[in-house]
């Protein structure tokens, strides 16, 4: 679902009152967090999708971890999760337990245990996990703390939503976006680690919204600016050649429609806007951190097995657009 419609629905369901909910349905976050105690609050979150590769075993590790990259955001550690899967039993039993081994090996990988899980029969396969993690309730890193002068950082490269999409449409196969499936499959656990070390004060991670639609979700309720040096943006090495052939997804159109005049592009040619709207799957993480501190962060990403990693923009008091991308 689009942004906007989200947006509108969510409006109608009254607020969560409850002093233990530390961030619940009016946050921007992807995850919730419900306080247990002075030292442990639980960290929650869903995410579920139709299948972005062909390969069964690693469509089920990219939706782990992608799952699972929501309560990293949060910058807690997740502990268990529990399976969603929607399958056309007629496809074959085999290629659902690639699946799901395939999401098992990513759980077990973050250090969780998956405990179970519920399956219905659907024409179209969907896959996904429910997360639970914990979390310090004062170190929490919500998605709108960054603050005038702070560097934007992001992890991953962008364009696995017009990728997925020649994928789909077999423009391309499999073995032309290895580096795209590569980077799916990876946890953001690093990354956050590296977040976390370099005090980031906001931090998200890059999906359906795109890395624009991101961004703006980091600007909500705060008087901030970010201005995106274009020429630093990391892409998939086939993104731009697919974006060029058309095949940008409608989830990304949507993205576009919805930020409308609140971003600024300025020079910027169509298909990397196309790049910087594109919804994306198990994207990166998108933080901010004290200037000082950004160079060293970046390397500690490249260290960490993030070598697409950069530095990627800069918050500003409030200016003439949320986001001005140059
Ligand atoms: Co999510
Ligand atoms: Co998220």
Do not use: W
């Amino acid at each position: 679902m689009g942004p906007g419609d989200l947006e509108n629905i969510l409006r109608l369901l009254p607020p969560s009152a409850g002093r233990n909910v530390l961030v619940g349905l009016t946050a921007p976050d992807d995850a919730g967090v419900f306080r247990l105690s002075d030292e442990v609050a639980l960290v929650q979150t869903v995410d579920f999708f139709t299948p972005v590769v062909d390969d069964p075993y690693r469509f089920g590790q990219i939706a782990a971890a992608n799952a699972l990259s929501d309560i990293y955001a949060m910058g807690g550690r997740p502990l268990t999760a529990m399976n969603i899967v929607c399958f056309p039993c007629a496809s074959g039993l085999d290629l659902l337990a690639e699946i799901l081994s395939g999401g098992q090996a990513k759980v077990t990988e973050a250090g969780a245990e998956l405990l179970g899980g519920h399956t219905i029969e659907d024409a179209e396969p969907k896959f996904g996990l429910a997360v639970t993690g914990i979390v310090h309730p004062e170190r929490i890193c919500i998605s709108t703390g960054a603050r005038p002068g702070d560097a934007l950082l992001l992890s991953k490269p962008l364009g696995t939503g017009i990728l997925a999409t020649a994928l789909k449409g077999g423009i391309i196969e499999e073995r032309d976006m290895e580096d795209a499936i590569h980077s799916m499959c990876a946890l953001n656990a690093a990354a956050a680690e590296v977040a976390l070390q370099a005090g980031a004060t906001a931090v998200t991670d890059v999906t359906g919204f795109g890395f624009l639609g991101h961004l703006a979700e980091m600007l909500v309720q705060k008087n901030l600016s970010c201005r995106v040096d274009v020429s630093r943006v990391p892409l998939f090495s086939r993104a731009r050649e697919a974006a060029e052939m058309g095949l940008v997804p409608a989830g990304t159109a949507r993205n576009r429609e919805f930020l409308g005049d609140r971003v600024r592009l300025d020079g910027v040619d169509g298909i990397t806007a196309d790049l910087l709207f594109d919804a994306q799957t198990s994207g990166g993480l998108l933080f901010a951190v004290p200037p000082e501190r950004a160079e060293a962060a970046a390397s500690a990403l490249t260290l960490a097995g993030t070598p697409a990693a950069a530095i990627v923009g800069e918050f500003l008091e409030r200016g003439e657009y949320d986001i001005l991308v140059t």
